[in-house]
């Protein structure tokens, strides 16, 4: 997970080269103010003004230090140092901050742009198999909890690595028995805390799904809440987020557990070896070995690498759900691309569109068997058939949306997997019942996508035509109201003919229509199927009809069922066939209309 995570962390060299140095810088300041004390207490107890008793290393530093014969000017000297010593190390931890906390964020960012990009170019087969709530999660809190790994392993991390390293220079150089003793924590510490570790990382993965499972109940509730009120469903969905909130605190307690018992035993096994320390070491001052001045100064800069050895021990553990929550988003990262096979860029339909014997399948499960049929520039194709039957996966398959198992379709003769992706879709428009608007004013809505492409004026044609304008200019402030949330503001049918005025200024020769007012009062549906009338002009248009009545002027109607075309022709030829499936559906609507 770190190596993947590099790549992220390079664009930001400068910030990490910063932090590392600054970090340095004050592992040594730390160090070097510590054994100062050698000097004070050997003034300070020996009383010895002519001749101090510091090691060769360090007395070339303390020349200017140290004044002969005064031993007040001496301490007073050595205690300055100390204090700009002190200074200079928090400042340069200060900077350390405020780089590494950039450096964090702009990591975080980066991160979370780039799983978003790699979102957006995910073929839909994959939305359609992902909760919402889980795409959210790994896109929002995954990558905020990724940084933590950056937290730990740059900014404190490496400053408590500096100071343990410097120390064990100073220790190792002062008496090498004695640090050898101090040693003993580090494999012990990594020995025990293992299993702990791999028990953690698992944990954060569980906690990572079940967030995610947390994050689908809610919104799946608040985005369908008319029909939760309307089914009196309150308490059903309390009841259902109530329990997946406790399956996530409950894994959050669990991982809690595990990450607190990494920290007593650190301590105690760190406290342990420095009373050892102390043990050998008043034996080596006694038989003369060790001045008791550098004793203690040993044991002083021991106990000050607790605190590091302690964080530096709580770093894996504390980094185990950044890794978790890594892993979660490169396992997005590792999916497929949507394939653009295509090398060729078309501009416009002239033609025919050629279904030739094309089948589909969802994860081995067939949809779609043997579908061969030609729609001709300007006709007015309908699909129906009962629910299941393909016909949204058939219109699907057009602006290849998911790709043909077998067979082919053709585009004025070009397959369309030879097209790219962007140029095919740039012909198609689609109009469906469940509109999608977005938190942006109406002018934006309409031209979705298109930021400086469209005039005013052309906008507002658009809306015109579609039996708009009247309503837009009623809002607050015309077509640069907000419209809030998948456009709540507005009514289905007015939504609806925002859908279709987008359709119109985006002028796509092949339009996609999924029965638009199917759930429209007879107002609505007529300034809505006004709309319709001008949209379709001059168009090849793909209709899903739910509702026979709305397509008996159908240049053809293909009939589906179980993934077949088992009837095809004009409305007027498939009601003449006596036991057809058409003639069927059209009994069962029109006697249900005539109750």
Same mark, same amino acid.
């Given at each position: 997970m770190l190596r993947r995570l590099l790549p992220f962390l390079r664009p930001h060299a400068w910030r990490m080269a910063v932090t590392v140095a600054c970090n340095l810088g004050a592992a040594v300041l730390d160090v070097f103010s510590l054994t100062l004390l050698i000097p004070f207490l050997d003034l300070l107890f020996d009383q010895q003004t002519t001749s101090v008793k510091v090691s060769a290393r360090l007395r070339p530093l303390f020349e200017r230090v140290l004044v002969p014969?005064?031993?007040?000017?001496?301490?007073?000297?050595?205690?300055?140092?100390?204090?700009?010593?002190?200074?200079?190390?928090?400042?340069?931890?200060?900077?350390?901050?405020?780089?590494?906390?950039?450096?964090?964020?702009?990591?975080?960012?980066?991160?979370r742009q780039s799983l978003y990009a790699h979102?957006?170019?995910?073929?839909?087969?994959?939305?359609?198999? $992902?909760?919402?709530?889980?795409?959210?999660?790994?896109?929002?809190?995954?990558?905020?909890?990724?940084?933590?790994?950056?937290?730990?392993?740059?900014t404190r991390s490496i400053q408590s690595a500096a100071t343990i390293l410097v120390s064990l220079g100073w220790l190792f150089s002062t008496s090498w028995r004695l640090s050898l003793l101090a040693l003993v924590v580090a494999p012990l510490l990594i020995g025990l805390l293992q299993p702990l570790l791999r028990k953690l990382r698992k944990g954060h993965g569980r906690l990572g799904n079940q967030y995610g499972d947390l994050t689908s109940t809610a919104q799946e509730a608040i985005s369908g809440i008319r029909l939760v009120k309307a089914s009196g469903a309150e308490t059903f969905e309390v009841a259902r987020f109530n329990e997946a909130s406790s399956r996530y605190a409950t894994g959050m307690v669990r991982v809690a557990r595990l990450a607190n018992t990494a920290q007593p035993i650190t301590e105690t096994l760190a406290t342990a070896i420095a009373m050892v320390i102390l043990w050998v070491g008043a034996r080596q001052v006694q038989s003369a070995a060790l001045d008791p001045s550098t004793l203690i100064a040993f044991l002083v800069i021991v106990m000050r690498m607790l605190q590091p050895l302690k964080q530096l021990s709580q770093v894996q553990a504390m980094a185990q759900q950044s890794l978790a929550a890594a892993a979660r988003i490169f396992e997005v990262t590792d999916h497929p691309l949507e394939k653009d096979t295509g090398r060729t860029q078309v $501009?416009?339909?002239?033609?025919?569109?050629?279904?030739?014997?094309?089948?589909?399948?969802?994860?081995?499960?067939?949809?779609l068997r043997d579908i061969s049929f030609t729609a001709r520039r300007g006709d007015l194709v309908a699909l129906v058939g009962p629910s299941g039957a393909g016909k949204s996966t058939l219109v699907d398959l057009i602006p290849r949306f998911y790709e043909v198992g077998s067979g082919r379709i053709l585009l004025d003769g070009v397959d369309t997997r030879e097209l790219?992706?962007?140029?095919?879709?740039?012909l198609t428009g689609i109009v469906s019942q469940d509109t999608v608007l977005f938190n942006d004013t109406v002018r934006n809505n309409i031209a979705y996508a298109s930021p400086g492409r469209f005039t005013d004026a052309q906008v507002e044609a658009a809306a015109r035509a579609a039996n708009a304008h009247d309503f837009i200019m009623g809002l607050p402030s015309g077509y640069d109201t907000m419209l809030g949330e998948r456009g709540t503001r507005l009514s289905g049918g007015q939504r609806q003919r925002l859908a279709i005025a987008r359709a119109l200024l985006a002028d796509p020769p092949i339009l996609i229509l999924d029965e638009a007012t199917s759930a429209l009062d007879t107002e609505s549906e007529r300034q809505v199927q006004e709309a319709i009338d001008r949209l379709?002009?001059?168009?090849?248009?793909?209709?899903?009809a739910h509702r026979l009545s709305t397509v008996t002027h159908a240049t053809r109607i293909l009939v589906l069922d179980g993934g077949r075309i088992v009837e095809h022709g004009t409305h007027a030829e498939l009601v003449a066939r006596e036991g057809g499936v058409y003639r069927r559906l059209h009994d069962l609507q029109f006697a249900a209309a005539a109750s």
């Amino acid at each position: 997970m770190l190596r993947r995570l590099l790549p992220f962390l390079r664009p930001h060299a400068w910030r990490m080269a910063v932090t590392v140095a600054c970090n340095l810088g004050a592992a040594v300041l730390d160090v070097f103010s510590l054994t100062l004390l050698i000097p004070f207490l050997d003034l300070l107890f020996d009383q010895q003004t002519t001749s101090v008793k510091v090691s060769a290393r360090l007395r070339p530093l303390f020349e200017r230090v140290l004044v002969p014969d005064d031993t007040m000017a001496s301490l007073r000297n050595i205690i300055i140092v100390i204090m700009a010593a002190v200074v200079a190390k928090n400042v340069l931890v200060w900077v350390s901050g405020q780089v590494g906390a950039s450096l964090q964020e702009y990591i975080t960012r980066d991160l979370r742009q780039s799983l978003y990009a790699h979102l957006q170019r995910l073929p839909l087969s994959w939305f359609t198999r $992902t909760r919402a709530g889980q795409v959210l999660a790994r896109l929002l809190t995954d990558t905020q909890q990724t940084k933590q790994v950056i937290t730990e392993a740059v900014t404190r991390s490496i400053q408590s690595a500096a100071t343990i390293l410097v120390s064990l220079g100073w220790l190792f150089s002062t008496s090498w028995r004695l640090s050898l003793l101090a040693l003993v924590v580090a494999p012990l510490l990594i020995g025990l805390l293992q299993p702990l570790l791999r028990k953690l990382r698992k944990g954060h993965g569980r906690l990572g799904n079940q967030y995610g499972d947390l994050t689908s109940t809610a919104q799946e509730a608040i985005s369908g809440i008319r029909l939760v009120k309307a089914s009196g469903a309150e308490t059903f969905e309390v009841a259902r987020f109530n329990e997946a909130s406790s399956r996530y605190a409950t894994g959050m307690v669990r991982v809690a557990r595990l990450a607190n018992t990494a920290q007593p035993i650190t301590e105690t096994l760190a406290t342990a070896i420095a009373m050892v320390i102390l043990w050998v070491g008043a034996r080596q001052v006694q038989s003369a070995a060790l001045d008791p001045s550098t004793l203690i100064a040993f044991l002083v800069i021991v106990m000050r690498m607790l605190q590091p050895l302690k964080q530096l021990s709580q770093v894996q553990a504390m980094a185990q759900q950044s890794l978790a929550a890594a892993a979660r988003i490169f396992e997005v990262t590792d999916h497929p691309l949507e394939k653009d096979t295509g090398r060729t860029q078309v $501009t416009a339909f002239r033609g025919e569109i050629v279904f030739d014997a094309v089948n589909f399948a969802y994860d081995d499960a067939p949809v779609l068997r043997d579908i061969s049929f030609t729609a001709r520039r300007g006709d007015l194709v309908a699909l129906v058939g009962p629910s299941g039957a393909g016909k949204s996966t058939l219109v699907d398959l057009i602006p290849r949306f998911y790709e043909v198992g077998s067979g082919r379709i053709l585009l004025d003769g070009v397959d369309t997997r030879e097209l790219t992706l962007r140029s095919l879709r740039a012909l198609t428009g689609i109009v469906s019942q469940d509109t999608v608007l977005f938190n942006d004013t109406v002018r934006n809505n309409i031209a979705y996508a298109s930021p400086g492409r469209f005039t005013d004026a052309q906008v507002e044609a658009a809306a015109r035509a579609a039996n708009a304008h009247d309503f837009i200019m009623g809002l607050p402030s015309g077509y640069d109201t907000m419209l809030g949330e998948r456009g709540t503001r507005l009514s289905g049918g007015q939504r609806q003919r925002l859908a279709i005025a987008r359709a119109l200024l985006a002028d796509p020769p092949i339009l996609i229509l999924d029965e638009a007012t199917s759930a429209l009062d007879t107002e609505s549906e007529r300034q809505v199927q006004e709309a319709i009338d001008r949209l379709l002009a001059g168009r090849t248009v793909f209709v899903i009809a739910h509702r026979l009545s709305t397509v008996t002027h159908a240049t053809r109607i293909l009939v589906l069922d179980g993934g077949r075309i088992v009837e095809h022709g004009t409305h007027a030829e498939l009601v003449a066939r006596e036991g057809g499936v058409y003639r069927r559906l059209h009994d069962l609507q029109f006697a249900a209309a005539a109750s």
